[in-house]
């Protein structure tokens, strides 16, 4: 029987467990009581068992041994053999992972990982002290899965499920969204039958007015009977246009109506289908806590609340990496040395808390930390240093003026580099992601108590209820999310405050542009052509705006459709909403224009004086799909100063090439839906970017596969047996024409 249909079911399986199995070791941690901790490590028993089943069922045998290791140790701990202190649960955490890094290559399994699993046994003998461990001998793989349970496995509930490709879920939503403009189309129709009625109502009371005229005029008998006849005719003909019209009408509605419903209910079910809980990239965060406060010399624990608040999966994969930065900051600046901490009458043990919540069509997210806050005063000194503005205007900077200094590109406090942090650009990272989302990031802090970052972002990324407006001649769409109010501006309500246009709305002065201006439309502001104009108010951070717009057209909801790579270099470009009459308008991400005209007003606050602009690190995006290779390149590609994007496979980094604008590509070759020959052959052909450095990082080192992948298009080939760090960052030097 052919088992490789169950590869992919085994992956997911067994990372689920993995997750399980340090959830529980990191729980233990926490000194629960007896009870509990009996029933945890059954339940990390029962995970690892699972997998060893599965692993010798495939005869993936390396996975098998390693899984056995594990659930050796566990059971010894829970007879009480062995005590499960930090260094075993250290050690267990590498099992995992050393599992993980097997499960990524299956069906096949490099001879350095197998390697790897003959280390890490030999080091679980070594450091097993009561009992000696002997890995079993490896049975023979199984023809096909058993059916029946034996009596040393578990027995399984099965779930009735069954994948689907995600490309379908998209194409299927899609779909829907264009039942959604039927719907809309249906309702123009709907309005057409009223205007309809108007008119033969119209026609009524003209035929009225004539039948009076004729009253007063003198016929004949014969000729009085013909015009009656001709008239009664006419209303004959009117009552029948109007009796069908009106029948029809009520027709329509009720057929809209309950058409209604029926969309909703599909949107809301497809929709379910693509939304994942929020866990799934919650469920690392602790580990991440664990490993960075041991890294740190620090300690540190770990609040999570909010974790079955679901998300579409694609707002998820674009919100997993701004989430590791802001943890990350809240222990490395965040977070005191316990010494310290004891000093200031707090307890040793720094606490960070995380939460999500469910808000109509988006979602917020808090991370809250208790640590040393934010000083503002050292990023007033800190952006005087680098020439940001003059010492005058950084010391007329309100709170959260001087706040939005941390997201600008190549700005940091730290006093030095280190592996975790320091090189200014995480936190632009976390402010680039929600733009693109078109979601916000808001900062609190208080020196000496802690830091509290809000991240609000959309639920979906493929629907949006937007605001449809007139600029000049042309119509735009907006979020609406977006748009906290709107209001009337006429000429004698603008004031000029420091050469810019001002407002006063709700006893606050509030900056006024113009959307067109900020779209590179030419037509003037909206008040030189009208007395009174309508004003978009719109929250960037912690500030506000109103943009003028020439009219308000609609509010509705709409499906966003990608624009496709030729517009990848215009993040203001949201995607384009097509309208019931087949024409396409374009979604506008408000927020990022409003970020990059900020940014530019910063820029001139010192008159005369240029100022130095911060080099924008290198963009790369890495490409492999098991977890741990991605984090071990991401994080020396960003030790070494580079931004850095993962991607978990061939077909996702093409998504990201085709929305992004990359540097360089590293990748690995053995890649599920796309393998890393066919990226890097795809990027050149169909992407058409040829200049567009591409390094393969594989286990495959045979001249053959070296060869293929240079014939693909690859620059570089480096086998995973002989990687070396130092020879990988020079490699991407020399590409990037970095090379001194």
Do not use: C
């Not at 990524?104 to 280390?119: C, F, G, N, T």
């Not at 007395?531 to 912690?542: D, K, S």
């Amino acid at each position: 029987m052919d088992l490789t249909s169950f590869y992919a079911q085994f992956r997911d399986e067994t990372a689920d467990n993995l997750r399980l199995l340090s959830e529980v070791l990191l729980t233990i941690e926490q000194n629960v009581d007896a009870d509990r901790r009996r029933s945890e490590l059954d339940r990390a028993f029962r995970a690892v068992h699972t997998i060893k089943g599965s692993a010798r069922m495939l005869g993936f045998d390396p996975i098998a041994q390693a899984a056995h290791a594990l659930e050796h140790i566990l059971g010894q701990v829970r007879q009480g053999q062995r005590t499960l202190d930090r260094s075993l649960t250290d050690l267990l955490l590498h099992g995992g992972d050393l599992i993980g890094r097997l499960v990524a290559h299956v069906p096949h399994i490099p001879p350095a990982e197998s390697s790897a699993v003959e280390q890490f046994l030999q080091q679980l003998s070594s450091t097993d002290t009561t009992t000696a461990f002997t890995p079993p001998p490896s049975p023979p793989p199984s023809p096909a899965p058993s059916s029946q349970p034996s009596d040393t496995e578990p027995l399984r509930t099965t779930r009735q499920t069954v994948r689907v490709r995600v490309d379908r879920l998209d194409r299927l939503f899609n779909l829907a969204g264009e039942l959604v403009i039927i719907q809309q189309w249906l309702g123009e129709v709907g309005q057409e039958l009223y205007r309809l009625q108007e008119t033969v109502e119209r026609q009524q009371r003209a035929l009225q007015a004539l039948e009076q005229e004729l009253a007063r005029l003198r016929f004949s008998q014969s000729q009085r009977q013909a015009l009656d006849a001709r008239i009664n005719a006419l209303r004959e003909v009117q009552a029948a246009i109007n009796d069908l019209a009106q029948r029809q009408s009520d027709r329509l509605d009720r057929h809209l109506a309950r058409q209604q419903l029926l969309i909703k209910d599909l949107e809301q079910e497809v929709m379910a289908v693509r939304l994942l809980p929020i866990a799934t990239i919650f469920n690392n965060l602790p580990r991440l806590v664990r490993d960075l406060a041991a890294a740190t010399n620090k300690q540190a624990t770990i609040e999570i609340s909010g974790e079955t608040t679901e998300l579409d999966r694609k707002v998820l994969e674009l919100i997993s990496d701004p989430l590791v930065h802001l943890v990350r900051n809240a222990v490395d600046h965040g977070i005191e040395p316990p010494e310290e901490r004891i000093a200031l009458g707090k307890p040793p043990t720094g606490l960070i808390r995380i939460s999500a919540t469910s808000l109509g069509n988006e979602v917020r997210i808090q991370i809250v930390d208790d640590g040393r806050g934010i000083d503002p005063e050292r990023i007033r000194a800190r952006a005087v240093a680098l020439g940001m503005l003059s010492t005058e205007r950084a010391n007329q900077l309100d709170l959260q003026e001087t706040l939005n200094f941390i997201f600008q590109p190549g700005f940091s406090t730290a006093p030095t580099v280190t592996e975790i942090s320091g090189r200014g650009v995480g936190m632009d990272i976390v402010r680039a992601n929600l733009l693109e989302l078109g979601g916000q990031v808001r900062v609190d802090t208080t020196v000496g108590q802690g830091t509290t970052i809000t991240l609000t972002i959309p639920l979906t990324l493929i629907t949006s209820r937007v605001l449809l407006v007139k600029v000049g001649s042309q119509t735009l769409a907006l979020p609406a999310t977006t748009v906290n109010s709107i209001f009337w501006v006429s000429r004698d309500q603008v004031q000029v405050i420091d050469g810019r246009p001002t407002i006063a709305y709700q006893q606050r002065t509030v900056a006024l542009l113009t959307l067109a201006d900020l779209v590179g439309i030419t037509t003037g502001t909206p008040l030189t052509r009208h007395q009174r104009v309508p004003a978009l108010l719109i929250n960037t951070r912690q500030q506000r705006v109103a943009l003028l717009v020439d009219d308000l057209i609609d509010e509705r909801e709409v499906v966003v459709k990608p624009l496709g790579p030729l517009f990848a270099h215009r993040p203001a470009l949201s995607g384009a909403v097509q309208l019931s009459d087949g024409g396409l308008v374009l979604l506008i991400n408000s927020l990022h224009l409003l970020e990059s005209n900020q940014r530019q007003a910063i820029s001139s606050s010192v008159p005369g004086q240029p100022l130095p602009q911060p080099q924008r690190p290198a963009r790369l995006l890495v490409v492999d799909d098991s977890f741990t290779t991605r984090e071990l390149l991401r994080s020396i590609l960003q030790s070494a100063g580079y931004e850095v994007t993962a991607a978990i496979d061939g077909a996702d980094a093409l998504d990201r090439l085709r929305s992004t604008t990359y540097d360089l590509v590293v990748s690995d070759i053995e890649m599920p839906r796309v393998d890393g020959f066919t990226l890097t052959s795809r990027i050149r052909r169909e992407l058409a970017l040829s200049d567009l450095p591409v390094v393969l990082i594989t286990s495959l080192a045979s001249e053959e596969h070296r060869r293929r992948g240079l014939e693909a298009g690859a620059q570089a080939y480096i086998v995973k047996s002989q990687f070396n760090q130092d020879s990988l960052l020079k490699v991407i030097q020399q590409l990037l024409g970095h090379e001194e």
